[in-house]
């Protein structure tokens, strides 16, 4: 086995390479972005750099130079010919492999017919929407996820003047209603026109219109409706993809379809044991780094000797002066209530139908959180 390449030069990708290096490889390493820029980090996109406290330089990730390996950055890959083993590329390049890490991440969902709005998922997005987020400007946000909520209290704080708009009953869907409640409360008291259980009709680069005609104008308009995996390059490769175009791997993060195929980060779909080997996708910082070490290292040994991945997710967001924290799978949780409050710090536990423990979520609380985290990661070896 000479030959790895990694398609996805961001956290995942880089990892990956990182750990081909570290476990000894010595054969030739090629990493493939669709980007020109190197990797960067991309959780100041909506917060640091959008807010102008940080630079794209102040995001590029260290040790990309030191790194061992050929990049081919700003070709994106559109083709993958397993028995060949060769990955094609956008500029008609292709590159051989023996063992391959699939690591393209995710792109931002757009809507449909809609121009002049943004998204925001490069650094290239993030520098073009904080020069337009000038005091008093009005900015309308479709969705009230994590970007979209990060955003919010980015574009506040610069003074603008801000209408978050989504469809669901309450902000950040995956922590629950009670606690996606105190959300909206944190928004709102901050000044966000906040619309909940709002549908949109249609958006544009003036303003969206609401269901019933209500029209929002704005000067810039944000779509942050989650994030699409970049997978349709592997079409017609044989490898096995879920219903959201998750690539489907085993507990090893190995393709279920050819032992010579790895994924990591945002495209892999994978069992884990805290939900009962339920097949998950993570959209997490945490897990692309986590999944880039893993799929590299595991890409340079003997299938028989590869190790799984059976860490519990954990991400964060700044939203104001609110740290929210969560870990393991709270979006699943049959219920989650709160078990510790005093002032701005909150700890909720979250339980499946059984009663298990299967998450916890913490409001500005790091040292409890970390107690969760532990225990789940034992319970997920455990399991």
């Not at 081919?72 to 083709?79: D, K, M, P, T």
């Not at 104008?217 to 079409?235: H, I, K, R, S, Y």
Request: negative net charge.
């Amino acid at each position: 086995m000479d030959r790895v390449v990694v398609v996805g030069a961001s956290l995942a990708g880089l990892r990956a390479a990182q750990a081909v290096r570290a476990s000894g490889h010595e054969g030739s390493l090629v990493v493939v972005g669709d980007e020109e820029h190197p990797p960067y980090n991309r959780p100041p996109l909506s917060k640091g750099l959008l807010a102008g406290a940080q630079s794209h330089a102040d995001c590029v990730f260290p040790g990309v130079d030191a790194l061992d390996a050929e990049w081919r950055l700003g070709a994106a890959a559109v083709g993958l010919d397993r028995d060949g083993r060769t990955v094609a590329l956008a500029d008609g390049g292709r590159v051989p492999y023996d063992r391959l890490v699939v690591a393209t991440g995710c792109r931002a969902r757009t809507w449909p017919g809609a121009e002049g709005v943004v998204t925001l998922r490069t650094v290239d997005d993030a520098v073009a929407l904080g020069r337009a987020l000038q005091p008093g400007a009005r900015l309308a946000i479709v969705g009230a996820g994590f970007v979209g909520c990060e955003v919010a209290a980015t574009a506040r704080g610069l003074g603008c003047d801000v209408t978050l708009v989504d469809v669901a009953p309450h902000p950040l869907l995956p922590l629950g209603p009670e606690l996606g409640g105190r959300c909206a409360a944190l928004h709102r008291e901050h000044g966000v026109d906040l619309r909940l259980s709002t549908a949109v009709d249609a958006v544009d680069r003036a303003g969206i219109t609401l269901a019933g005609g209500e029209r929002v104008d704005a000067d810039v308009v944000l779509v942050a409706l989650g994030g699409v995996p970049n997978t349709e390059w592997l079409a017609g490769s044989g490898l096995t993809l879920d219903a959201r175009g998750g690539l489907r791997c085993d507990g090893t993060l190995t393709s279920v379809d050819d032992p010579d195929v790895l994924a990591a980060g945002d495209v892999a779909a994978w069992p884990h044991a805290l939900v009962g080997g339920e097949v998950v996708r993570v959209e997490h910082w945490t897990t692309a780094a986590e999944h880039g070490g893993l799929a590299g290292r595991n890409a340079v040994v003997d299938p028989a000797d590869r190790a799984a991945h059976v860490a519990p997710p954990y991400f964060w967001s700044d939203q104001y002066a609110t740290k929210i924290q969560a870990v393991g799978f709270p979006g699943r949780a049959a219920t989650l209530a709160i078990v510790e409050e005093d002032g701005p710090r909150l700890l909720a536990e979250a339980h499946d139908a059984d009663g298990r423990l299967v998450g916890a979520v913490a409001f500005n609380h790091a040292k409890r959180l970390a107690a969760y985290r532990r225990r789940l990661a034992t319970e997920a070896v455990a399991a």
